[in-house]
């Protein structure tokens, strides 16, 4: 997430369904349940028809429609001819304008503009308790354009699994003319990409190159060879006033969502140049993690936004390790006196941005100098096999120790992972972090090819052959 305060403030106002990021959300009312309903298979198979004006016909089938209900129980308001029907589904009809023009909401539903609507699922997505695996079969009216963050199993099926309740999901639904969506091909992922109404001096061709330069250079950090960390994402173009990329989030709930402000006034050169595109989609190389753990999700987002830049050639040598350098010193000025796990807990209370965001960049950047050092491939490789082995176990939540953990079991007696990490997270600010940019030969505006660990440095940084 991007760290400041007063655009986190202007984003909550801003844009429908951003309450705080990536929290775990118990229902406002939670879905009528029975013995017998529970008992039966928790899979659904969803028929999503999407008309003009914001008209969802649903019907939910696979359980008893006693036992299917909304998780934000106002919906009920907005729907229409609910009932079972002969086959044992239950049907149901939401005015998703209606529920937009009466919630207002950022965490329900939200008319953005031109009659495109942002809604949760939590609203039109009616479920079951637990949360079940589900399948999406959509069809639409002509001239209405539906964008959703679920993976598709094929055209017109998409795979909802029980994060897209657990955690911020967001659809988006409007007149075809009123925004504009264009898909991407990088890295073996599908990258769908939705533009908001508003003004903008950017044009459709330009905002694919730049979502892609950004996509592609985080494929570059995924441990593999130049495959993208998920298989499908949507990427939401919000213009706001100004220039560049002031803000950006990016939320979990049914599948990876990444959004960001543009400026109405950005050039393809400012947005090309920014780096929030690539902290935001860095993200997605790792696990979601509890907001206890911001240290180290927000650390190596920070910390990767300037090497992958780097190794795709966004950035060069010098900037980006001048920028690393910059970032460490105004995160320990920053610090205070509260040790880094403590601040990473409060961070959003307490607006400890600077302090953690750096902080954890400091621990990233010594753990993969650390592995590397011990003739590992480096944190790289740590975290997407950590990724990985949740992707795989269905695991939609894993803690920074777990990765820590392993990093300590690649580094194997080389070096003390654990113990120096505890410590470092005890400390206000890491000490190690500056002192590893020394040994790199990180100085003020110069690299040191002399320095001890400067072919270290050099691998890090190494320019990949790719295009964007």
């Known amino acids: 997430m991007a760290r400041t305060a007063l655009l986190v403030a202007t984003c909550a106002l801003a844009v429908a369904c951003a309450r705080a990021p990536l929290t775990t959300s118990a229902p406002a009312t939670a879905p009528a349940t029975t013995a017998s309903a529970t008992a039966q298979p928790r899979t659904l198979r969803y028929d999503l028809h999407v ?27 907005f729907a229409r001819d609910v009932g079972a029907t002969d086959d044992g589904c239950l049907r149901y009809t939401i005015d998703l304008a209606a529920a937009a023009a009466a919630m207002r909401s950022r965490e329900a539903a939200l008319d953005a503009g031109d009659g495109v609507l942002l809604a949760s699922p939590d609203v039109w997505l009616w479920t079951t308790t637990p949360y079940p695996r589900a399948t999406l079969h959509l069809t639409v009216d002509d001239g209405v354009a539906v964008s959703l963050p679920f993976p598709r199993a094929e055209p017109g099926v998409h795979v909802v699994d029980e994060t897209t309740w657990r955690f911020l999901s967001c659809a988006i639904i409007g007149p075809s003319e009123s925004y504009e969506r264009r898909a991407l091909d990088v890295g073996g992922a599908r990258i769908d990409v939705a533009v908001l109404p508003g003004p903008r001096q950017l044009r459709g061709v330009e ?122 010193e105004r995160g320990a000025r920053a610090a205070g006196q509260m040790p880094l796990g403590t601040a990473s807990a409060r961070m959003r209370d307490e607006a400890r941005w600077l302090q953690v965001y750096w902080g954890g960049a400091a621990i990233a950047l010594w753990l993969d100098v650390t592995l590397r050092r011990c003739g590992q491939g480096g944190l790289d490789d740590v975290v997407a096999k950590v990724r990985l082995a949740a992707q795989t176990g269905g695991q939609p939540r894993v803690d920074a120790s777990e990765i820590i953990d392993a990093a300590a079991a690649s580094a194997g007696s080389c070096a003390d992972v654990k113990g120096e990490v505890a410590q470092m997270l005890a400390q206000p600010f890491p000490s190690a972090g500056l002192a590893t940019l020394a040994a790199l030969g990180v100085g003020h505006g110069a690299l040191d090819d002399t320095a001890p660990l400067a072919a270290v440095r050099r691998r890090i940084t190494a320019r990949q052959d790719v295009t964007w």
């Not at 016909?57 to 036992?67: D, L, N, Q, R």
């Not at 950035?315 to 910059?326: K, N, P, S, Y």
């Open 207 to 328: 905002i694919d190159r730049f979502v892609g330069a950004a996509a592609t250079a985080v494929a570059l950090g995924a441990g593999s060879a130049g495959r993208f960390p998920v298989g499908h994402a949507l990427v939401v173009v919000q213009p706001v006033w100004g220039g560049g990329v002031p803000f950006g989030m990016v939320v979990r709930g049914g599948g990876a969502q990444v959004l960001l402000l543009v400026g109405e006034h950005a050039s393809l050169d400012e947005v090309i140049d920014a780096w929030v595109p690539v902290h935001e989609l860095a993200h997605l190389l790792h696990p979601y993690l509890g907001s206890d753990d911001a240290w180290f999700g927000e650390g190596y987002a920070s910390y990767q936004q300037q090497v992958l830049r780097a190794r795709a050639g966004l950035l060069g040598d010098v900037d980006a390790w001048d920028g690393l350098r910059d970032g460490l």
């Open 51 to 77: 008309g003009s004006g914001g008209v969802l016909a649903v019907k939910a089938c696979g359980v008893a429609p006693a036992a299917i209900g909304p998780v934000d129980g106002r919906a009920r308001a």
